[in-house]
Nanobody, 127 residues
Framework: QVQVAESGGGLVQAGGSLRVACAVS????????MAWFRQAPGKEREFVAV????????LYADSVKGRFTISRDNTKNTMYLQMNSLNPEDTAVYYC????????????????????WGQGTQVTVSS
């Protein structure tokens, strides 16, 4: 059984930094495409970033490009999202998503592309 677990969320002031992590078990991690999504109160879930199984390719939402960095450590079965220059609009529950190989239907930016999800971790940015 695949388990996906996020950690590292919290409260940070605007302009600050935070790193969230996603640990996966029950599946060969190095075969998984991994992504971050987020959902703010009253809004739909949105794509944040994705990293290929090798870590060689990354894609970001325009809203976070240049501020967030996605990475992975296949020896630790863990993916990370380093978030810098945070602003209140980044406040959301951040979800980790995974899928074997490429995302389903090549839906890199859509939640439907990922079979496995974590429970989410809250990130709150105060002004």
């Amino acid at each position: 059984q695949v388990q996906v677990a996020e950690s590292g969320g919290g409260l940070v002031q605007a302009g600050g930094s935070l790193r969230v992590a996603c640990a996966v078990s029950g599946r060969t991690f190095s075969n998984l495409s991994m992504a971050w999504f987020r959902q703010a109160p009253g809004k739909e879930r949105e794509f944040v970033a994705v990293i290929s199984w090798s870590g060689g390719s990354t894609l970001y939402a325009d809203s976070v490009k240049g501020r967030f960095t996605i990475s992975r450590d296949n020896t630790k079965n863990t993916m990370y999202l380093q978030m810098n220059s945070l602003n209140p609009e980044d406040t959301a529950v951040y979800y980790c998503a995974a899928n074997p190989g490429v995302p389903l239907g090549s839906r890199w930016y859509e939640g439907k592309g990922y079979a496995y999800w974590g429970q989410g971790t809250q990130v709150t940015v105060s002004s």
